[in-house]
């Protein structure tokens, strides 16, 4: 009895050992697919791309006219994100080598050497034909304006960003492209609606960008980016203060427009044009005195001003 009580706590003991052991062997792999999966998310700039992703499901929201397609939605989510995380892994195929030199993007995965080119090649060529493929689902516009945005961002503005500030303006018009895409997938053509709501997206990007910009001059200036106006080798203060005053300026009229077109109510307009002002006064302050804190304050509210706008354009018009 004894020793089938001992063969039983050793058999137990051999089956705890063994789980162990596969236990622990598991655990690498769990860690590497996580890091895997972080790294996936790097490359596409996940947070960017939902970004995306949701300023274009709201036009859509905005432009359609009757009940909507939750599936008509997902497919346009889906293409939206494949493309522009196509966009984004292209973008840093292109610029791998200077994102070395970059504290806040040395940690990319090409940059950091924990993915190859031909892999992060691969994943954008096979993102880029499944995303503007459900772009094309809708009609040959969003197809057509999907491929734009993605040729634009990754093979004009990037190489431009070493060249010239005025590649600034070359990446608004992709960056403001979701707007308009969302659009055309509502309305299956070119509106007036569609291009006022992709000026008020184009237009916010420069004081969006150009505060983050001057946050991160020096980071910049060490790949060689060349994404503000200079003079004699250091920021030209007032030119980029009072170009950011104007394009947030340019926002409060703009902001009327959806209003007036019937798209949506005055309500919600007289809102967005106050949020405008808001805007402007924070590049106003900027421009008065161009620090540190400045630029945070206009960045800060810089990222609450284009969801909060198209949220209320679409709840006045639901309402």
Same mark, same amino acid.
């Given at each position: 009895m004894?020793?089938k009580?001992? %063969? ?37 700039k ?36 494949l ?6 892994t ?28 031909s ?21 040959p516009?969003?197809?057509?304006f ?5 040729? %634009? ?29 969302g ?6 053509e ?33 790949a ?14 007032? %030119? ?46 900027f ?32 309402v």
């Amino acid at each position: 009895m004894q020793m089938k009580q001992n %063969s039983f706590v050793d058999n137990k003991r051999e089956v705890l050992s063994s789980t162990a052991t596969r236990a622990s062997n598991d655990v690498p792999f769990v860690s590497s697919f996580w890091l895997r999966i972080q790294d996936l998310l790097q490359l596409v700039k996940f947070r960017l791309s939902a970004t995306v992703v949701l300023s274009s499901l709201l036009a859509y929201l905005i432009a359609a006219s009757g009940e909507v397609s939750l599936t008509a939605m997902l497919i346009l989510a889906a293409g939206g994100f494949l493309t522009t995380g196509a966009a984004n892994t292209l973008n840093q195929v292109l610029e791998k080598d200077f994102d070395r030199l970059m504290k806040r993007t040395a940690n990319r995965p090409l940059a950091a050497g924990r993915m190859t080119i031909s892999e992060a090649v691969l994943a954008a060529g096979f993102m880029s034909l499944f995303g503007i493929s459900l772009l094309a689902v809708f009609n040959p516009w969003t197809a057509f304006f999907g491929t734009f945005a993605l040729v %634009s961002y990754a093979f004009v503005y990037t190489p431009m960003k070493r060249v010239s500030p005025g590649a600034v303006a070359i990446g608004a018009i992709p960056g403001a492209l979701p707007t308009l895409i969302g659009c055309v997938a509502a309305q299956g053509e070119l509106t007036w609606l569609g291009l006022t709501l992709f000026a008020i997206q184009f237009c916010w990007q420069f004081p969006h960008f150009w505060s983050i910009a001057f946050l991160g001059y020096e980071d910049y200036s060490k790949a060689g980016y060349k994404l503000v106006p200079e003079e004699e080798g250091a920021i030209n203060l007032t %030119s980029l203060g009072r170009q950011a005053l104007a394009y947030s300026l340019a926002l409060v009229p703009l902001a009327l427009l959806p209003a007036y077109l019937g798209a949506t109510g005055w309500v919600s307009a007289i809102i967005v044009a106050l949020l405008g002002f808001g805007y402007s006064y924070f590049a106003w302050r900027f421009l008065q005195v161009p620090e540190r804190k400045t630029a945070l304050q206009l960045m800060f509210f810089s990222f609450g001003y284009i969801p909060l706008s198209l949220l209320m354009y679409w709840a006045d018009k639901i309402v």
